[in-house]
Structures are given as structure tokens and as C-alpha cells.
């Protein structure tokens, strides 16, 4: 026991850099570190937050608990008198999925973003005091995807001034919705709105759905569950839902009027709101998502390279620093680094990614209160490609990791099938994650349509004015080395993102329609799209490392961090560097070199790394992945809490063993 102690302290001891420093590089900023420090502190000491016992819940234990939890979430939070900033950060710390992530990041923003200064100065104070829970209710159990295929109905009646909710289909039923099923009072429900006789498409409407007073549905609504979700804890603990309206009535004043409003008299009146702010609430959450790919995926790579760090196996008896003969680390097999340190490099370069967005969603909503529309699409473009490409890389990458663990990757108590459990669904809420890429590549097509007509592109697009250049430009590497120079880099991205962009627009003029090529090339769409999204993320990771950056050896870990991210996703997607000529086969090779050197480099600091996540062992809850290393004891004591293990003879024995045991043996003799 005491000797992997002893071995992570000594990992610890060969980085090559300031853990503390690079922690506030990772959270932000020094602020950021120590409120968010002090609350992971808070939640981890307060065995109200206990959740090592998640996994042998029943699905109703489980959905009672995290209720219980969420109310002393809640009341610690009054308690503490928390700010908004330290409130977030307890909800984030104590980790278990619950009605408030959905009334917080969904029904709030979309009341803030759709409804009109006078409605929300009547809802958000309700919404903000608790005093009604809500919930987001837009997809069917018919459409998801498509937005304006929903079935369900909102007739305005001008006799009573109110609209009538309705479901007229099985097909229209919201399916879904968090905390829907059993919790949320009330609704924003996404409905078509109908007024003398025409359908104007869909809108957002407040409508609430259970009693204030004993939560029982309101007359004409049916709502419930949806059922168990893939995974034993997970998304287990929280009420998916669905929801049927039979001509339900709410007052005019609660469609969320400030895109578009009905008048007394039943006229349809838009503002000089773009319509696609409606769906602003989605803009803000993948934005939130992209953050939360970084620490799903920092979370899953912290793990399995702890304990990469402790499992050994094979290999000739090294002598350990007490200079005791033992096996390989199983880090330190070339295969385990080309698996797991890329994972490391991408959770640091969706960390900077998922800060730019931040800042770029701040930026859209600062231009939006000044009226001024003009960042929106590339706001809308770049929130759904990050989410898209961040959440897949993070689930697979969380996949992995639980791989390079073997089987006791497996083990519950390595968090990790929980974890991977928790978040793949982000591949698909807030909009399917290919749904999304064809979005990224329609806005894509529209920016090189736009070059012909001599508009500038701007921002993540820019690189699109050099057009002319990046079609025919050549890489310059000749040895390994030149792969470390950023520009170098940077061009063989934009080349291959473009050549694939224009090779996309070119083809489309091949077809009929627009809308056929579409159909036809959406693959190769898809592709372009990522190719773009991956240069925004190198980019910006790029840009980070040219910002004043402190911190004794923190510098040169980042590059290192960033070259690996880089030369990895030329080695994964070699076909487009060469097929477009963007790279030679030659420079190809002589990227694998570098990447290969470049993982020798970061090896000494890998621990250190995942440290300056500060993760505390109760978030990252994981035996695997303890702080101490300390991975053989606990896994063991973990295994005798087991159910099972409560009793020496099991429960059946005697109903199921015994018998067939005797049987067998009465057979024998016979
Ligand atoms: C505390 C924080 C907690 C965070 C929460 C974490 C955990 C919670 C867990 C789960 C919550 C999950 C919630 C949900 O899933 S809610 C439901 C989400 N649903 C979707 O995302 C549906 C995806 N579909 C769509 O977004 C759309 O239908 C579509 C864009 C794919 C297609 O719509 P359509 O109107 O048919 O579009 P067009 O392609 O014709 O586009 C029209 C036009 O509008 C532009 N545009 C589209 N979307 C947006 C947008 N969001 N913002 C701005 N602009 C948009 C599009 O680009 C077109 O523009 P044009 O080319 O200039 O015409
Ligand atoms: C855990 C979880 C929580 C959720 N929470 C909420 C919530 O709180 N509120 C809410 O309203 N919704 C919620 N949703 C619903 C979610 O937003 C939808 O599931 C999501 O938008 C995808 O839509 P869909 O299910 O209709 O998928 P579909 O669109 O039916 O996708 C099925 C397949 O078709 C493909 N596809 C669909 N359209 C196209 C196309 N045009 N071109 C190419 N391929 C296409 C997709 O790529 C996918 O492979 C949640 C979902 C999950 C899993």
C-alpha cells in the first residue's frame, strides 16, 4: 500500500512545471480557482453530498435521493447566503443530474432570451425564488431534430384572450423534457401558432402543468415518466418526461412575446427580432456543453492516467526509487501514451475552446441588447459545431479511457461506465450531433457563396478571405522539427479545411437543386464541417499559447499539450491531409515523428497535469483515480460494501442452489 503511495508522490515529483499555476490556467483565472477551490471543498466535506452509494440504488431511491439532494442544494445555498457564481459552482460539484440543471440552464435562459422585459419581470423573480420549478419542453416523441415539424398546438381564442394547448396526436406528445415527468410545475412548451386560421410556425409558450398546491396535473394535462435510461445511475436520476395537453388554457400574455406577439384582436405582429432567436436557449446550453466535454472528458483522463501511473504489468523488474524490483507502469507502453495522451491534450484544448465560446456567446449577447444581429449566425455556427465535436471527441475519448484501465476500467467504482453513462447523451441533446455538423456546413456553403459577391468573411471564417492562397499553397515542412512552428501548423489546417469546403461547393452545382445536392453530398458536408471546427479549436488553442501565460515550465507544457493535439488530428484524419494535398506523405511521416517525440516530452508531467484539473477524489469519484494512488486497498474494500457481500450465503440459496445441488448429487448416486 505504501509503496504505490510512494509512486505517485515520485510521478508527482518529476513535473517539470508549476501544478499551482497551471491550475488557474485551467480554471480561468485565480478568482475562478479559488471560488470553485473552496466549493469542491465544501461539497466533498458535507456528507450531505455523499454519492458512492449511486450505483446499487433502485431507480426510485435514486430519483428520491437527488430530489433530497437538489433541496439541500438548495438550502445550504440560502444558508451560506451563496452568490450566483458560488451557487453554480455547488450545483456543479455535487454532481448528480436533477430537475434544477434543466430549470437553471434551460427554462431560465429561454425565459430570458423569448419573453418580453414585462413577462419576465413577472416570471424570472418565481423562477428564481423557487417558487416555481420549470422545465424545457420542445422536443415530441415524433420530431426532435426537425424544430418545425412539432405537432403541438397553440390556438389563440380571441373570445377569452387565451391560447389552447393541445396534443392532437400520440406523435405530438413532448418526450423528454428533464424534470418534466415528475417534478416541474410549469412549462415552456414549443408549440405551432395558430391564429385566425393560420399556422404561423412554432413559438414558445409558459403554460403550468401542475397544482402549486398538491403537484397534481392540471386539467387536461397528462404527464409522466419516459422510462429507464441507458446506464444504472446516470441520467437515472432524473425524470425524463412526457407531456399531453388536451385543450388546455393559458392567457395570451404567457406566449413568450419578444420575437413575435399575437395582439387582443388575434394579429400576428413580428419585431425586428431575427426569428432564429427563439431558439437562443439552445445557443447559450452548447456553449455550456462545450465546457462541460472538457471536464467530462479532464475527468475520465485524470483517472485513467492515475492509474496508468500505478498498474503495472509485464516487463523486465525495473527498480522502483526505494530501488525494489518492479514490472512496467503500464504509462509507459508507447501504446498506453498514443491512446491516453492525446485525450490529455484535448481536454486542455476543449478547455480554451470552451472559454473562447464563452466569451464569444458574452460578446453575441452584448451586440443582441444593442440590436445589432450581425454575430448571430457565426454565434449559432460555431456553439452547434464545438458541441457537436467536442461531445463526441469527449465520449469517445471517456470510452477509451475506461479501456486503458482494463477491467477494472469496468468496475462501477472506477466511475468511469457512470460517467460515460452521464454524458453521451450530449451527443444528442441540444440536437443530434451530425443535425448540428450540416448546420456548421449550410453556414460554411453560404460563407464561400459570399466570397463571389466580394463579402469579407469575418472571425472563425476569415481564414476563407485567402482563399486563392490556401488552394494552392504548399506545406513547408521538411523535418520533423518545422512541425512545431504554430504557422506551420495553423495553414495546414486552413488548407485542408477549405480545399474540402470549396470541393463541397463545387460539387453541389453538379446537382439539380441545391437542396438534392445537399441531400447527396451531406457526408462529404459533414466532413468539411468537422475540418472546420478542428481548425477553430486549434486556433484558439494557438491563441492562447501567444496570451501572457505565467507560471514556472507552464508555457512549454501547453505547447507540448498543443502540439500534441495537432499532430494527433493529422495522424486520425490522414486521408484529408493528403487527399487535398494539404500535406505530402513524406511530411505526413515526418509528423508522427514529432508526435512520438512529443509524447516522450510530456511524459514526466502527465500526473502533474491531471492534478492541476483539482479534481477532489469525491467529484472525481473513482477508486481508480484517487489523488494517492491508492488504488488496490480501496478497490478492494469497495468490493466487500457490495449488496451481495451482506450476507456470506446469498439470498436464493436456498430457494435456487441448494436444491439443484442436491438434485445433482441425488443424480449421481442413483
Ligand atoms: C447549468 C447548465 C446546465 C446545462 C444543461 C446540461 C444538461 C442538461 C441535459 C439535457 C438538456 C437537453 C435539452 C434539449 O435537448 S432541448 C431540445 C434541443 N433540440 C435541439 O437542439 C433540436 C435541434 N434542431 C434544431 O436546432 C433545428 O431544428 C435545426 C437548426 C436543425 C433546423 O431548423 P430549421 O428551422 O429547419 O432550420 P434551417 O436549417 O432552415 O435554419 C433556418 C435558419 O436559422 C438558423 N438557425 C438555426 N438554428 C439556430 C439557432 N439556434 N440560432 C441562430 N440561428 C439558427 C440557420 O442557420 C438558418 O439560417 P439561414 O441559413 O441564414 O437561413
Ligand atoms: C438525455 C436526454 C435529455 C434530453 N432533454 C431534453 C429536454 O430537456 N427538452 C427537450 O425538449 N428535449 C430533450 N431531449 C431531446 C433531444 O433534444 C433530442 O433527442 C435531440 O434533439 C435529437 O432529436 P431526435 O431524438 O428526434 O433524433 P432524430 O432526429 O430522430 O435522430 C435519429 C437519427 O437521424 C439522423 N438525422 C435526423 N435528421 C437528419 C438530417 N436532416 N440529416 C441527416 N441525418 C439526420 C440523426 O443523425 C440520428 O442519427 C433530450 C434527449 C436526451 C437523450
Not at 34 to 54: C, E, M, T
Not at 304 to 328: C, I, L, M, W
Amino acid at each position: 500500500m505504501e509503496r504505490i503511495m510512494d509512486h505517485l508522490a515520485h510521478e508527482r515529483s518529476k513535473a517539470q512545471f508549476s501544478v499551482e499555476e497551471m491550475k488557474i490556467i485551467w480554471a480561468g483565472s485565480l478568482h475562478a480557482f479559488q471560488v470553485s477551490d473552496r466549493i469542491a471543498r465544501l461539497v466533498a466535506s458535507d456528507p450531505g453530498f455523499r454519492k458512492d452509494n449511486r450505483a446499487v440504488l433502485s431507480r426510485k431511491e435514486l430519483f428520491k435521493s437527488a430530489l433530497r439532494k437538489a433541496a439541500y442544494v438548495w438550502k445550504r445555498i440560502n444558508e451560506l447566503a451563496l452568490s450566483e457564481e458560488e451557487a453554480s459552482w455547488l450545483r456543479f460539484y455535487v454532481d448528480e443530474l436533477a430537475y434544477a440543471y434543466i430549470h437553471w440552464g434551460m427554462f431560465v435562459p429561454a425565459i430570458k432570451g423569448s419573453a418580453t422585459e414585462e413577462q419576465q419581470q413577472k416570471w424570472l423573480p418565481l423562477a428564481n425564488n423557487m417558487q416555481i420549478i420549470g422545465t424545457y419542453a420542445q422536443t415530441e416523441l415524433g420530431h426532435g431534430s426537425n424544430v418545425r415539424g412539432l405537432e403541438t398546438t397553440a390556438t389563440f381564442d380571441q373570445e377569452t384572450d387565451e391560447f389552447i394547448i393541445h396534443s392532437p396526436t400520440l406523435t405530438s406528445s413532448k418526450w423528454w423534457p428533464g424534470g418534466l415527468g415528475k417534478v416541474a410545475t410549469h412549462a415552456v412548451v414549443y408549440a405551432r401558432l395558430i391564429t385566425d386560421g393560420q399556422d404561423y410556425g412554432v413559438h414558445g409558450f409558459l403554460v403550468q402543468i401542475r397544482s402549486l398546491d398538491d403537484h397534481f396535473p392540471l386539467p387536461g394535462v397528462t404527464v409522466g415518466d419516459i422510462g429507464m435510461k441507458f446506464g444504472s445511475g446516470a441520467f437515472n436520476s432524473i425524470d425524463n418526461g412526457f407531456l399531453r395537453f388536451n385543450h388546455v388554457r393559458i392567457p395570451r400574455n404567457q406566449m413568450l412575446m419578444k420575437v413575435s406577439r399575437v395582439t387582443r384582436q388575434g394579429k400576428y405582429v413580428e419585431s425586428n427580432v431575427p426569428k432564429q432567436l427563439l431558439y437562443g436557449a439552445m445557443v447559450y446550453v452548447r456553449q455550456i456543453i462545450v465546457a462541460d466535454a472538457s471536464i467530462a472528458l479532464s475527468r475520465a483522463v485524470c483517472i485513467a492516467t492515475r492509474y496508468s501511473a500505478v498498474r503495472r504489468q509485464f516487463g523486465p523488474p525495473h527498480e522502483d526509487e526505494n530501488g525494489k524490483g518492479v514490472e512496467t507502469q503500464v504509462i509507459d507502453y508507447k501504446t498506453q501514451q498514443s491512446r491516453l495522451f492525446p485525450l490529455l491534450a484535448s481536454a486542455y484544448a476543449f478547455r480554451f475552446v470552451g472559454e473562447w465560446l464563452k466569451w464569444l456567446y458574452t460578446d453575441l449577447i452584448q451586440k443582441l441588447e444593442a440590436n445589432d444581429f450581425s454575430t448571430l449566425p457565426e454565434a449559432h455556427a460555431c456553439t452547434a459545431g464545438l458541441k457537436s465535436l467536442t461531445t463526441s471527441a469527449a465520449a469517445d475519448g471517456i470510452k477509451e479511457c475506461w479501456k486503458l484501465c482494463g477491467g477494472h476500467g469496468y468496475l462501477s467504482s472506477s466511475g468511469l461506465p457512470e460517467l460515460y453513462a452521464a454524458f453521451v447523451p450530449a451527443c444528442t441533446y441540444e440536437g443530434d450531433n451530425i443535425v448540428l455538423l450540416l448546420q456548421v456546413s449550410r453556414f460554411l456553403m453560404k460563407t464561400i457563396s459570399q466570397l463571389q459577391t466580394g463579402k469579407k468573411p469575418i472571425g472563425t471564417t476569415a481564414y476563407m478571405a485567402h482563399v486563392e492562397h490556401l488552394i494552392q499553397c504548399r506545406c513547408t515542412v521538411q523535418k520533423a522539427e518545422d512541425w512545431l512552428n504554430p504557422s506551420v501548423i495553423l495553414e495546414a489546417f486552413e488548407a485542408r479545411a477549405i480545399r474540402l469546403s470549396v470541393a463541397c461547393a463545387e460539387n453541389l452545382t453538379k446537382f439539380a437543386t441545391p437542396l438534392q445536392g445537399f441531400s447527396e453530398l451531406s457526408p462529404d458536408l459533414v466532413e468539411a464541417a468537422v475540418a472546420h471546427c478542428q481548425l477553430i479549436v486549434v486556433s484558439k488553442f494557438i491563441e492562447k499559447l501567444q496570451q501572457n501565460i505565467e507560471g514556472n515550465g507552464v508555457k512549454q507544457q501547453l505547447e507540448t499539450l498543443c502540439n500534441i493535439y495537432c499532430l494527433n488530428l493529422i495522424h486520425k484524419h490522414l486521408g484529408d491531409f493528403l487527399s487535398t494535398g494539404s500535406i505530402s506523405p513524406k511530411q505526413a511521416s515526418l509528423a508522427s515523428d514529432q508526435l512520438r517525440s512529443r509524447y516522450s516530452k510530456l511524459r514526466s508531467n502527465v500526473i502533474a497535469l491531471v492534478d492541476a484539473f483539482n479534481y477532489t477524489d469525491h467529484f472525481l469519484g473513482s477508486v481508480l483515480g484517487r489523488y494517492d494512488g491508492n488504488v488496490y486497498p480501496k478497490l478492494y474494500e469497495e468490493a466487500w460494501k457490495d449488496p451481495l457481500n451482506d450476507s456470506i450465503v446469498p439470498d436464493g440459496y436456498h430457494e435456487y442452489i441448494q436444491p439443484l445441488l442436491k438434485q445433482q448429487l441425488q443424480n449421481a448416486r442413483l
